[in-house]
């Protein structure tokens, strides 16, 4: 291996190129991953975070670098399949060349820092987009098969103004006058902009993974622990929610869509221009009908099925359900010929089992999937009874076929 260094085959090769082509080849390689790297908004969706901005930084930078290494590879290969092609006539071997000490340890050299400098800046990357800001807003996450839930909670510093408490029922304002939450339930994540969120994360079953593309910011959702995830908005808008790990046969329901009609289905992200929009057009409103429900069974019941993880699943067209995994709930009031294959003998009772007891009987065609809604508050998956005598009521009004 130790030949000595300017072997006549070595200086064969690089006699014909003059340093004129070894600078435009440099020019080229520079220029050419700088304008690869201007890809970047093209390549990934509309930045919408802090975060993103830092995420998209790092990535540009590395598709400048993979972009120059690419073009200088695929050049090299290029420029030896044409001007070391074998001419007619050439039966002859290529020159013998023993290693070149000095090319070894540029080669890996070069490497080596490159790697090294991607790694502290991605490490610094990962450092900010990890910090958990103390100003920020929290929302409680729930994967369930097939949905996301967020929840939010209120005390009395985040009440509506001019509030009613006279119309707030007693246990509600009994929470309340103790200090502690109150809390509700919305299938859509709303902040405003400049905001930072922290996100706690939970699932009921199996493993899921929350993904806000437009935020960069994804993080796995584990069975037995909270994980958490922060970002910060930095311009309004509606951002696609996706679970990004299969979690069975609706997985794909639990991304945000939009309907033929152009309305919102499933996880979104809503952030809103300011405060005091969020507020007034989602919090308020929201929190309101938590604190002033209405008397009407039919009217509670359409509002209480609602903070429950049904939609991801099932098709409900007075509330722009569009699910498949579930059965069809249009027109479930009427489907009698399921009382005499469970024996119950009424609809409301087959109702109220179907909530409590899915997998008792399942409606031909569909598999074991849902939730058990348990009575008592200490089990997973609370559904008191009041909740269920009011959503067994409204879909009691879900007629025709
Ligand atoms: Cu949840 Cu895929």
């Known amino acids: 291996m130790n030949l000595p260094k300017s072997s006549h085959n070595q200086t064969q090769g690089s ?22 790297s201007l890809l970047t908004p093209a390549i990934l969706p509309r930045a ?21 290494i690419f073009i200088l590879v695929e050049g090299l290969l290029l420029l030896s399949v044409l001007r070391y092609r074998a001419r007619k006539g050439d039966r002859g071997d290529g020159p013998p060349i023993y290693g070149n000490a000095t090319l070894e340890l540029v080669w890996t050299l070069i490497p080596a820092i490159i790697v090294a400098v991607l790694s502290i800046y991605s490490f610094v990357v990962w450092s900010q987009i990890e910090t958990r800001p103390d ?21 009395t510093d985040d009440l509506p ?10 246990d509600i304002a009994a929470t309340l006058n103790n200090g502690e939450a109150i809390s509700f339930s919305y299938p859509q994540l709303h902040t405003w902009v400049n905001q930072p969120v922290t996100v706690s994360m939970e699932t009921q079953d199996v493993i899921h993974s929350f993904w806000i593309p437009g935020m960069r910011m994804k993080q796995d959702v584990l069975s037995g622990r909270v994980t958490t995830m922060s970002f910060t908005p930095i311009e309004s808008g509606v951002f696609r929610i996706v679970c990004a790990e299969l979690c069975g046969g609706g997985h794909g329901e639990m991304a945000g869509r939009v309907t033929e009609d152009g309305d919102l289905a499933g996880a979104w992200l809503i ?23 209405p008397e009407d069974p039919v009217l509670l019941g359409r509002q209480e099925i ?17 699910g498949t995994t579930g059965p069809i709930l249009d027109g479930v009031a009427s489907r009698t010929a399921r009382l005499d294959a469970t024996g119950f003998a009424t ?14 009987y399942l409606v031909p065609g569909f598999n074991n999937l849902m939730l058990q809604f348990n009575p008592e508050p200490d089990h997973a998956n609370y559904m008191p009874d009041s909740d269920l005598d009011a959503i067994v009521a409204y879909l009691l009004t879900q007629t025709g076929n």
């Open 306 to 322: 609602q903070n429950y993880p049904c939609s991801g699943c099932h098709t409900l067209s007075d509330l722009g359900w569009t």
């Open 135 to 155: 100003n920020a807003q929290e929302v409680g996450v729930v994967g369930q098969r097939f949905a996301w839930t967020f929840n939010y909670e209120a005390t």
């Open 161 to 170: 103004p001019n509030m009613d408490m006279s119309r707030v029922p007693e």
């Open 15 to 36: 006699a014909g190129i003059s340093l004129v082509w070894v600078i435009a080849g440099g020019v080229i390689i520079v220029v050419g991953g700088f304008l690869i």
């Open 48 to 68: 919408g975070s802090a975060q993103s901005v830092l995420i998209d930084n790092l990535f540009q930078v590395m598709l400048f670098i993979s972009g120059a």
């Open 271 to 293: 952030v809103h221009a300011s405060e005091q929009e969020y507020l007034e057009q989602f919090y308020y409103p929201e929190l309101e009908k938590i604190l002033y429900p």
């Open 347 to 360: 609809m409301s009772e087959y109702l109220h089992d179907s909530i409590r007891q899915p997998g008792a």
